[in-house]
């Protein structure tokens, strides 16, 4: 679970817009708006660098720092380019640490299932992040799932997750996150063989008398 909350510095952004966020943007700075709470929706910016690291770090509470003043936040929602490769706006939400909140949190397997070693056998995930409620200052980083006892008899669902204490699912608990399919082999049709070599279009025929001049 999170114990210490990383802090994220924010400056004041006057300028609204499409050219304005680009300018900032080629600055190395990124374009935010921290809201909720019934507080006035402010608009920011914040340094690419230093969030990338956050979110890299699996942070999901973080102190923003705005004009001095420190404000529990959500990262809410994070906008990227048309290619997803850079990020390009991020939505910063105020909390209360010891209010319930929603949270999609990324699901890691670990695990070598013998039941892969099968012919035909594929591991189908179908699922790398789920929803969970917890207080805002217990949310996990990341839930991990062992599978190595994994079967084709018998699919893995959030049902069988760990979750820490006083952390719920939000995610339906018959959800498949993990299971394997034995796919069908297909076996090799070689066509029968002709009784005789196939004719060549063109060719003349060994009864053809026509000679060429």
């Given at each position: 679970m999170s114990?210490?909350?990383?802090?994220?510095?924010?400056?004041p952004r006057e300028k609204l817009g499409t050219r304005y966020s680009q300018r900032l943007r080629e600055t190395g700075q990124l374009p935010a708006v921290v809201y909720g709470h019934k507080q006035e929706t402010v608009h920011v910016s914040v340094d690419a660098q230093t969030l990338t690291g956050l979110l890299h770090d699996n942070a999901h509470l973080i102190n923003v720092i705005v004009e001095g003043k420190t404000e529990p936040c959500l990262i809410r929602d994070i906008q990227w380019d048309y290619l997803g490769d850079n990020i390009i706006h991020v939505d910063l939400g105020r909390v209360d640490l010891t209010e319930e909140v929603e949270v999609e949190i990324d699901l890691e397997l670990t695990g070598d299932p013998k039941a892969l070693q099968e012919a035909g056998a594929v591991l189908d995930h179908p699922v790398s992040a789920v929803t969970l409620k917890c207080l805002a200052n217990a949310i996990p980083e990341k839930l991990v799932h062992n599978i190595s006892e994994l079967t084709a008899e018998a699919p893995i669902t959030i049902a069988d997750?760990?979750?820490?204490?006083?952390?719920?699912?939000?995610?339906?608990?018959q959800t498949i996150i993990a299971q394997i399919q034995i796919?069908?082999?297909v076996e090799d049709e070689t066509p029968e063989a002709a009784e005789g070599e196939p004719q060549v279009i063109g060719a003349a025929s060994e009864n053809d008398d026509t000679k060429e001049d």
């Open positions: 114990q210490d909350i990383p802090s994220l510095e924010t400056s997750l760990v979750l820490p204490q006083g952390v719920t699912a939000v995610t339906e608990a796919m069908a082999e």
